[in-house]
């Protein structure tokens, strides 16, 4: 999205994932470290009152992540993310990763843009809602950290 210029109400570019899998939450397990059985285990998670396994809360908002660096582009900067977990996501579910421009700055060349940002399940669940701020329209120098120095 280099020189996109948004606008408020303007939504971002939506990401659908394909269906989480059994195996997918076994490797993020092992990225992330988090072994609780709840993830993993179809048993424990049914003991454990939660009807069977449920993916990472972090692993769904990794998705609206992607979404949103897909959107910024190589030349934005990610500033500020931030979710709160409300829905559980099993595996088979297919999550769809949207946002809503809620607020634009002109700074620079470019822009700080304010999102509201969320990942939903194929049924409507709210798994996770949130905020994001990026900024656009970075140089080159800018961008890649070679520039801007002066002595």
């Excluded at 490797?27 to 939660?50: C, M, R």
């Excluded at 700074?107 to 509201?116: E, I, K, L, P, Y």
Aim: aromatic residues 6%.
């Amino acid at each position: 999205m280099n020189g996109k210029r948004w606008r408020v109400g303007e939504a971002l570019p939506e990401l659908v994932k394909p269906p989480v899998t059994q195996i997918q939450l076994v490797q993020y397990s092992g990225a992330s470290g988090d072994f609780n059985p709840i993830h993993t285990v179809e048993a424990f998670a049914k003991a454990a009152g939660l009807g069977g396994v449920i993916a990472h809360g972090m692993l769904t908002m990794a998705f609206v992540g992607q979404m949103l660096t897909d959107a910024i582009g190589e030349r934005g900067q990610l500033l500020e993310f931030g979710v709160r977990f409300r829905g559980m996501v099993r595996p088979g579910d297919v999550i769809t990763c949207r946002g809503t421009v809620t607020e634009v700055s002109d700074v620079d060349a470019g822009q700080v843009v304010t999102a509201s940002v969320e990942a939903v399940t194929q049924d409507g669940t709210v798994a996770v809602r949130g905020d994001a701020t990026f900024r656009t329209g970075l140089g080159r120098a800018e961008a890649t950290g070679q520039g801007g120095e002066r002595g």
